[in-house]
């Protein structure tokens, strides 16, 4: 009778390459019919993926991949070895994996740079947020980054400082001074990420900013604010909402 029990089961899912599916079910048709939006996670990383493995197909491999790291934010703070640790992923459809989510960041970077002015603490927090919360959250090691920006508060350009290893990074006051003066910038934005704790500022954060706040003011320049990126949004610490400017 086993062989009966297998045929009514039908094969394995995981299996059965996605171009034998129904085509309401492949993934790419499935999009096209009914738009991205529609589809499940691991649907969307088998139309990146395009193949899986001999015996498991795309959809099932971008499962394992989702289930391996708990996610979207796993895989993005994943290495590209750690990645091709999984079976039938080689740095191909690794590599093709980070594109596609340094394309998700550079939309919200995009979108982010949409806002017009940022006119009171509240819209600087929403601008790091969206600009550099994708990016930072997640990250390894510590970064420091300067938001520039003009007598409108409008952005100038973003600039990324220094980016360390596991111990805290020192913003350079005379690094942040010349790129301030030498976009003509009236107001700036001190950005950083505390990679292995919430956003709290340290004694060292607390000093920093007091020493950049007191420097540009002799060159007519505005700290509008210092925030930290902590690993959630709600984590991140804005001194300016704290009242310490």
């Not at 171009?19 to 529609?38: D, M, V």
């Not at 804005?238 to 400017?245: D, E, I, Q, W």
Request: proline share 4%; aromatic share 6%.
């Amino acid at each position: 009778m086993r062989w009966i029990t297998r045929a009514l089961s039908g094969p394995d899912p995981g299996n059965l390459p996605i171009p034998e599916w129904i085509e309401e079910e492949r993934p790419r048709e499935a999009l096209i019919a009914s738009g991205a939006e529609s589809l499940s996670l691991s649907k969307l990383f088998a139309i990146i993926l395009r193949t899986g493995r001999r015996g498991v197909n795309a959809e099932e491999l971008s499962r394992r991949m989702l289930n391996a790291f708990s996610g979207l934010r796993g895989i993005d703070a994943a290495s590209l070895s750690e990645i091709c640790a999984i079976k039938g992923i080689g740095r191909a459809k690794a590599a093709q994996v980070k594109a596609a989510l340094e394309i998700g960041k550079r939309f919200y970077r995009e979108h982010a740079k949409n806002l017009k002015r940022i006119e009171s603490p509240r819209r600087a927090f929403d601008f790091v947020a969206s600009y550099y919360g994708p990016s930072l959250r997640d990250c390894q090691v510590e970064c420091a980054c300067l938001i520039l920006l003009d007598r409108r508060r409008a952005l100038l350009r973003a600039v990324e400082l220094q980016r360390g290893g596991d111990r805290a990074v020192e913003a350079n006051l005379t690094q942040i001074l010349r790129e301030a003066v030498r976009a003509s910038a009236s107001s700036i934005i001190l950005v950083h990420n505390h990679p292995s704790v919430d956003g709290a500022p340290s004694t060292d954060d607390l000093s920093l900013t007091r020493w950049v706040r007191d420097a540009c003011r002799l060159f007519g320049i505005r700290l509008l604010d210092h925030v930290i990126i902590g690993k959630n949004r709600g984590d991140s610490y804005s001194f300016a909402r704290h009242g310490l400017l």
